[in-house]
């Protein structure tokens, strides 16, 4: 059997279990590798569901010697078998990662043999990664009834590791898994915990002993194959959470199979509403503050399927509401619906000066048309509700200057972030602050306008970036970056006025400032850091005729600059060339630093077009494993392209051909 036919086999082997998330773990590059893990976690692509695929998630071998009911590949199914060698895995990972398709593996394994036996060979698998040099995210799948020894040598190695309990109750393990008991399962998750607990010690007293398993532990559920309601999930994961300490319990749906065991239910599709339901009650129960009694209760023991917990808990407490989003403790801010735990952070953040309005919280991205029944704000709609709708929050072009119908004097630039810093440092030294400014190529001069040509020089612009230390700090000025990085229409005037607001306000110690220009900055930051996230995950390199690796982009906003030393970091072992074709300028790192490319995309050094035949086998490969991965009975084609979209697909090898 070639690796392609196995490649098939064992990723759709591995489909159904979504413990498959890259976060949680600082894995730095040392040494020139190849690869680090970010503490965030990046998605690559989306199956058509919407399910983010960050690793490579396969089995070692569907080879399984149990006959758990809810398993496509237990014993008594007929089916084709494969296994890996450990060679083939890491050969795999490693193609897979350089070219960015990845965040790192996920490896599980059909228990072979023995349990012990397996999970040696899964160890031995990832010590042979690491020893190759890949520095990137592991998460290994610990066999239920593996001897400690074997689970605390591959925490030495994986950054996250899972058990997975599968099914709700002991009962129901037992009538569909036969050979499989709690203790069978919990034993593994106690080792992880007490060793993850005693490292940590450890590294306390001696600050380069080894580390365990750093992104911590998780589990799954099965979501439908037994009759156990929501409460007696949540309570099982709340309970998971507070003794073993996980990160994540993760829940599926469970989905009915050709062959499926006559032991299972008879379900005609996946309960995908009520998975979403324990997922955002998991959510509020883990992030958001709420206990589980506030979430679900044995009285009323499963999920409204219509509203989500959020709403439903406020429905329930009316006496809580409606909350000031001005003088409320940010608990309380957090348990309105339509306020996520950014908004709830943000809102906290410039209520310190000013007064929080309705206008700004739309600004903020704030799902009003959700909140405005629970909150009270200063310029509030007379009427909250009644199918009133909130009005539009669309992107619009940035009103430059309201107070003026036309600028009297406009500052040219030369449009770089060094030409309007050099811009502010003279509007401090000129008689007259101009009333825009603007870039001498993408504005038109006005008719009664003053015109005043700016040179840029680096030593002005250099003295006004660390003078803003002072008074933005660290976190300001990068949004300041991002901000003018968006190129929106009167983006350098919005970021004068708002340089002219802070400075002013610390110099009169004053907490009163515009909010509204505060908010927009912040606002335009997010969207230009958004899109630097999707970059890191969706860009795709290609190795070229001459071992170069080249990825061809075309990102919504100038956003290389902020991806440069996440990529020095992650591939510093291999030559490769990242090139904006909207922009006509790329990054070029040699192995030791980067510089910028400023040609046309018709003379790069390198072309795609020259792609070795490794390279067409390794996007084969690709090719086939999204489509092995992807579960027909979940489809979700809006989703899929909320998450993916259309945009980025002409340079994803799984969405060509």
């Known amino acids: 059997m070639n690796l392609e036919e196995k490649l098939t086999i064992l990723a759709d082997a591995a489909k159904y279990d979504v413990s498959c998330a890259s976060s949680g773990s600082r894995r730095r590059n040392t040494g020139g590798r190849l690869g680090n893990a970010a503490p965030s976690g990046i998605c690559h692509t989306y199956t058509e569901d919407g399910r983010c695929v960050s690793l490579l998630k396969i089995l070692f ?8 009911a809810y398993c496509v590949n237990r014993s008594g199914n007929d089916l084709p078998r494969a296994a890996f060698t450990p060679n083939e895995v890491v050969d795999l990972t490693i ?43 592991i998460h290994l799948k610990c066999v239920p009834f593996a001897s400690r020894r074997l689970i605390r040598q591959a925490g030495r190695h994986a950054d996250r590791l899972s058990v997975n309990i599968e099914l709700p109750s002991e009962e129901s393990l037992q009538r569909l898994t036969v050979d499989k008991t709690y203790a069978g399962v919990l034993d593994p998750m106690n080792t992880i915990h007490e060793t993850i607990a005693a490292t940590r010690e450890e590294r306390r007293r001696r600050r380069h002993a080894p580390v365990f398993a750093p992104a911590g532990q998780s589990t799954q559920l099965i979501v439908g194959a037994s009759p156990e309601t929501d409460y007696e999930i949540l309570h099982l994961s709340d309970r998971l959470y507070r003794r073993q300490s996980l990160k994540r319990v993760y829940y599926s749906a469970y989905v009915p199979l050709e062959r499926s065991a006559a032991r299972m239910p008879a379900v005609e599709k996946p309960p995908l509403r ?17 206990e589980l009694r506030e979430v679900i209760g044995r009285d009323n023991p499963h999920l409204d399927l219509s509203i989500d917990p959020k709403l439903a808990f406020a429905l329930r407490n009316p006496i809580l509401f409606p909350v000031d989003v001005n003088t409320a403790e940010r608990e309380m ?50 009427r909250h509700w009644g199918g009133v709708a909130a009005p539009d929050s669309g992107e619009a072009a940035i009103d430059v200057d309201k107070t003026a119908a036309a600028p009297a004097t406009v500052f040219a630039t030369d449009g770089s972030f060094d030409g309007l810093l050099t811009a502010i440092f003279e509007s401090y ?19 009664f306008e003053t015109r005043v040509k700016i040179t840029t020089d680096p030593h002005k612009a250099d003295r006004v970036w660390r003078g803003l230390k002072k008074h933005l700090r660290v976190k300001g000025r990068r949004r300041v970056l991002d901000a003018f990085l968006s190129g929106r229409p009167g983006v350098e005037t919005l970021i004068a006025r708002y340089l002219r607001d802070a400075i002013q306000a610390a110099k009169s110690g004053s907490q009163s400032t515009d909010l509204t220009t505060q908010i927009e900055i912040a606002r335009l930051s997010q969207k230009v850091r958004r899109e630097a996230h999707r970059l890191k995950g969706f860009i795709r390199f290609q190795q070229t005729g001459d071992g170069q690796y080249l990825a061809m982009v075309a990102p919504r906003y100038d956003v290389l600059p902020l991806v440069r030393r996440h990529f020095e970091a992650r591939y510093a072992d291999q030559e490769w060339i990242i090139y904006d074709t909207r922009r006509d300028y790329g990054l070029h790192f040699d192995g030791r630093r980067t510089r910028r490319l400023q040609i046309a995309a018709a003379d790069l050094p390198t072309r795609p077009d020259q792609a070795t035949k490794d390279e067409a086998q390794c996007q084969m490969l690709w090719q086939r494993y999204f489509a092995a991965i992807n579960i027909p009975q979940r489809n979700n084609p809006k989703l899929h392209l909320s998450q993916l979209p259309r945009r980025f697909w002409r340079y994803l090898p799984e969405k060509q051909g």
């Open 61 to 68: 071998t569907n080879v399984c010697i149990y006959d758990c």
């Open 274 to 290: 009520r998975e979403n339901r324990l997922y955002q009650a998991d959510w509020l129960m883990r992030l958001y503050g709420f």
């Open 429 to 447: 030294g000129a008689d007259r602050p101009p009333s825009a400014i603007e870039p001498a190529a993408r504005s038109q001069p006005g008719l």
């Open 95 to 137: 193609d897979f990662y350089r070219r960015n398709y990845i965040e790192g593996l996920f490896l599980s394994s059909g228990v072979a043999r023995s349990p012990d036996d397996t999970m040696e060979r899964l160890v031995r698998t990832v010590q042979n990664l690491r020893g190759r040099g890949f520095n990137g995210y």
């Open 333 to 382: 801010i957090l348990r309105v619906p339509g306020i996520g735990i950014k908004s709830a952070q943000r809102i906290v953040g410039l209520r310190r000066r000013g007064r929080i309005r309705f206008e700004h919280l739309k600004q903020m991205g704030v799902a009003l048309k959700r909140a405005l029944p629970f909150i009270t704000c200063d310029g509030l709609p007379a």
